[in-house]
């Protein structure tokens, strides 16, 4: 049977969790052991931007061992077929890892913005960044020193590249949402609207997300074993 002529992946943290980078609701999750509020918004980031400079800080530190997983190179491998047979993939994270691009991936949008990455708030500029920046980094760009911050979208913030994000979804035949929680709007939203674009919507998760019953089909498990065994069912279909 041939792939779907256009597909959709959501990822979330869950994805990356075997590579040894924390989910962020579970037990034991980002949001369980720090104040989401404090490191997340913009307010928090106003208030101490040293405090959440060292959060993302540690965490981009982190991505200089964090390798990919098979579920990973799952998706990489299914995006090349979907290449081979001229049909549409995008694959769009709320990761801001760099996994997906290390394991082959390359239509992926980063809707959270990426860990290595920063932008200054003077200027607007993104630059690529692999080391720690604080309150006294220069701007590359415009050479002012403490506006650079994390290219990350907080809370209250826009997700990134929205627009290309809905035409994919207007377009979809198929939807799949893996490792991801269903609590973070609008990502949580995607499976309606390709849903109402009439794409068949698959979950694939170690457990149901808050949006399970909204799927056609779905699949639980850790995600090295259960998303390379619906990419071999689907490419051999
Ligand atoms: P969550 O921590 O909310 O959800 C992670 C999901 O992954 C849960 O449903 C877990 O059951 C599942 N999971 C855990 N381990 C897994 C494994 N080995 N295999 C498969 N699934 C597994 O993370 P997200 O949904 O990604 O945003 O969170 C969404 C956003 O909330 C993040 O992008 C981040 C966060 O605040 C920002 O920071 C802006």
């Not at 999750?29 to 404090?38: M, R």
């Not at 794409?199 to 909204?214: D, I, K, M, Q, Y």
Request: proline letters at 5%; one cysteine or more; aromatic letters at 8%.
């Amino acid at each position: 049977m041939p792939l779907p002529r256009s597909i959709v992946v959501l990822t979330g943290a869950g994805i990356s969790a075997e590579s040894g980078l924390g989910t962020f609701r579970d037990e034991d999750g980002i949001w369980t052991k720090y104040p989401l509020e404090a490191l997340a918004t913009p307010e928090g980031f106003a208030r101490d931007p040293d405090f959440v400079q060292g959060f993302y800080n540690d965490r981009r530190r982190q991505l200089k061992t964090a390798r990919h997983n098979r579920a990973h190179e799952a998706l990489a491998r299914l995006e090349s077929a979907c290449r081979a047979e001229g049909a549409d993939f995008l694959l769009v994270t709320q990761n801001v890892d760099n996994l997906h691009e290390q394991a082959g991936s390359r239509n992926v949008v980063h809707m959270h913005g990426e860990l290595t990455r920063v932008r200054c708030m003077n200027c607007f500029t993104v630059t690529v960044c692999q080391e720690d920046i604080g309150t006294s980094t220069q701007c590359t760009a415009c050479r002012t020193v403490g506006h650079v911050r994390p290219h990350i979208v907080w809370f209250g913030e826009m997700p990134l590249e929205m627009n290309r994000i809905g035409d994919a979804l207007s377009q979809c035949r198929m939807f799949v949402s893996i490792g991801t929680s269903g609590a973070v709007y609008p990502a949580a939203g995607f499976v309606q609207e390709a849903m109402y674009a009439g794409a068949r919507t698959v979950e694939l998760n170690l457990e149901p997300s808050e949006n399970a019953r909204v799927f056609d089909e779905t699949r639980y498990g850790p995600a090295s074993e259960i998303v390379p065994a619906w990419v071999d069912r689907l490419l051999d279909a």
